[in-house]
Each structure stands twice: as structure tokens, then as C-alpha cells.
């Protein structure tokens, strides 16, 4: 139905007959069928490839720039399994620094955060600016007479940008710009993020908790997944935690539908959280009264006015989540924003970083009881986030087995296709994307994964539709 229309782009071939090449070109056939084999979820190999062509190519989520305000303030990230110095310098600009020292490759910086002007080598007091730059060693008038400082700096990924005050680098010298790659994706993030002049901020620090799961189950989890909530979730209606919610249809989200991109990015998008006098992205009123909506477009005025946003996920592995709950038994809900990453630490586990949001313009207790609410749903131990984890880990399970490989097992993506499921592309849908007239489906899921085989395919050097790099 509604990829029937644009699958000319996922006809991309391998350049050679390598072994991964040739399952990855039977991976775009079953793909072609909405059906993906278990292997991806736990391969050595692909997963090696997933660092050297996603990781090291796709603009990657590193901090939110509320959390290193000040200048010489840093944090510690990841962008796949590399570990990066995420700082701001003197000047107020925002470097992101391979944490390897250029003499023998020890961790310069062994601090979660912090801040500093300089960071020293512990191997033999190599020192380098907040900038990156090479700034001294022990007896250096004596030891190095002739050394060409410029050249040993920290190494720095080519390209940094934020907005609203999410901080991204992209380590491929030849990449995008952010804008580029992010294409229609920006337009939403102004509608989310982008509200007001203050902004939002960090509560707290960001929490971490390892799960034996594959990156990608994550990521399209959060992208579109809205047809596991009634089964897996019914623990928290059970409890009160949420109404009933129907499949795909009207719950306390209201109507549910997905708007997604064909270069992996998407979303689940809804036509309201809470009733009035709550604004439409679910917040009470003296936080909606700080909203400055002339800062949008007419276009943008009217999807706020509408419509928001449930979960969306940025290529690769960057997301976001908004929804509902209470902070404790006897208050009422209110909407928390989680931003979530899924770090990669082999073909069979992920780090989940979570970041809780708050406006500035809004009330601090209120702000308070957004992160309590958040803990309860989807913090380390927050009860859907517990669902979530322990199926999870079917996929690198099934991904190793004999017998899977031998019987020819494939996971099925095909909800959505040809007439299956009360699902079609919404062709009066003004705003940007694709859009759906429910959320029983698996297009954006499908998508997805079309990029992701376009990134492991060796031929694929161009920019897709959007500006993003295919």
C-alpha cells in the first residue's frame, strides 16, 4: 500500500559478492516482502559494518547543551563505541573530542563531567585544550624542539551543531549538513522543542541501564511502535496508571496515527494527551501560557494547536518520548519528556541513556512531578520500560540460533501491507511526512530498516529525497 508507491530507492546493489553483501541483498528482497531475518540483531560482522557505515557516517545525538552551560563544562559520551569529550570552550563553542590521547592512545579524560580548561594524559602529562588543541608536555623545550603542535591535537569529529539545544556530531568529514539530514524532521522539532524562546533543560542527570537487546529493536520501538501497548503495557492500565487503550485507535492519547520520512525518521503523532483545560501537548495551563507560537509558521501554529507528538525517532538511534502519568497515586497525570538513546555495546546489548526535560518558563515543583511521573513509566525501573526490556532480548537470542538460520526463520514486518490491517497513507494530511490514518501499521518500521540496508549497502555514496544521506 503505502511504501507500494515508493520503493524505486530501496533498489540499491552491492557492489561485491561478499558474504555480508550477499545477505544483504537478500535482506532487501525479504524487506521488499515485510520480512526481515533474525540475523540482524546479532551478527558480528553487520554489527562491525553498523559502526563503520551508521556510527561513523550518520549525525549521532551527543548532549542536550543545558547540560554543560558554562564555559570549560563537559560530559562523557558515545557515539557508537568511541567515547567523546563533549565541551565547551572558552569562546562559549561546543567541541566533541575523541577521548584517546594522540601519543599512545590512554584516555585522556576518565571524569563523567566536569569542567576544565585543559585535560591532561595520565600516560606522560601530554596536555591538550578544552579546544582539542595541543597545549604542552613534561620538558617540551628539551623533548620535543621540532614538534608541530597542530598536529596533535585530540581528535575532533569534523562537524558539531545543535538545535533547540539538542547537541549533534557527525563524524564523516563529507556528511551533511544537520539541517540536511534531518530534512522535515526540523519542522517537527520546532513544533516540539521549539515553543519559546527560554527552551528546555535537563532535570537531573541522565540515567543509564544496560540491556542485552540490539540497537535497531530500540529505536523502531520508539518510532512507531504503537500496536504492542494494549498487550504489553496492559500491566500499567491494569494498575490505573493509564485508561484502556484501544489498537491503533483512541485512547488517552486520542487518535493515533504515524508520520515518518523515508530517510528513517518518524514519529507517532496524536490528536491530543488530556482534556481542556490541558493544552494539546498535554501541559497545564501556565506552562501553555509561556508558549510564543508567532515564533512558528501559520502551518506549525495549527499542528500545535491539534496535534502532538507520542514517541519519535531520529536515524539511527535518537529518540524521544512524551506521554502521561502520575507522580504519585493521588495526583492527577501530566506529560513527562523523556529524550532516549540506545548505545550500542555489541550485536547483543545497549546502554539506555535517558534524559528527562523541563521547560524553563515552567514552575519548578511542576517540573519535579514530570520527572517523578517519568521515573514511574519509563526510568530504569519504571514499570513500561521493564515490558520493554525484557522482550527485547528475543531478537539477539533468535539472532544467534542454529536453528533459526536453519529453518530460514524471518520476523514479520508486514502489518499495514496490502489491505492487512485498517491502514492507508492519509492523503489529506498537510504537514510534512508521510502520514497514516491510524497507527495499526508497520511503515515507518519499514522505512526504517530501508535505510539502515541503504547504509550497510557498499554502493551507497548519494544523498536520499530530503537531504539525507542514503
Known sequence: MIEQLRNGDSAVRPASMDPISEFLRTAESDLAGGVISPR?????????????RIFARCWCFVAHESEIPEPGDYVLRYIGQDQFIVVRDEDGLIHVLFNKCTHRGSTVCRVEKGNSSHFRCPYHSWVFKNTGEWSGAPYRKKAYKKLDAGSWGLAAAPHVDSVHGLVFAALDPDAPTLDEYLGDMRWYLDVLLGLNDS????????????????????????????????????????????????????????????????????????????????????????????????????????????HSATTFLIFPNFGLVRVPAAPHPDAPPMVFTHLRQWQPVGPDGIVNWNWTLGWKSAPAGLNEDAYIAGLSMHGPAGILEQDDTVVWGGAPQAGKSVFARKCGMRFNFQLGLDGMSDYAEDTDWQYPGIATTTALGEAPQRAFYRRWLREMTPAAQELTENGARS
Not at 540482524?40 to 563503520?52: T, V
Not at 493515533?256 to 503523532?269: D, N
Not at 494539546?280 to 510564543?292: D, I, L, M, R
Open 40 to 52: 540482524i540483531f546479532n551478527d558480528p560482522d553487520l554489527y562491525e559494518r553498523e559502526m563503520a
Open 199 to 306: 527552551g528546555m533543560t535537563t532535570i537531573g542527570e541522565p540515567h543509564r541501564w544496560r540491556v542485552p537487546a540490539n540497537w535497531k529493536s530500540g529505536a523502531e520501538n520508539f518510532m512507531a511502535d504503537a500496536y504492542h501497548v494494549p498487550s504489553l503495557h496492559r500491566s500499567a492500565e491494569d494498575v490505573g496508571m493509564f485508561p484502556r487503550i484501544e489498537t491503533g485507535g483512541a485512547g488517552p492519547q486520542g487518535v493515533s496515527r504515524h508520520v515518518y520520512f523515508e530517510h528513517g525518521h518518524g514519529m507517532i503523532v496524536n490528536n491530543g494527551f488530556l482534556p481542556p483545560p490541558w493544552h494539546t501537548s498535554g501541559y497545564p495551563p501556565e506552562v501553555a501560557e509561556t508558549f510564543q507560537l508567532e515564533r512558528l509558521t501559520p502551518l506549525q501554529r495549527q499542528f500545535v494547536e491539534n
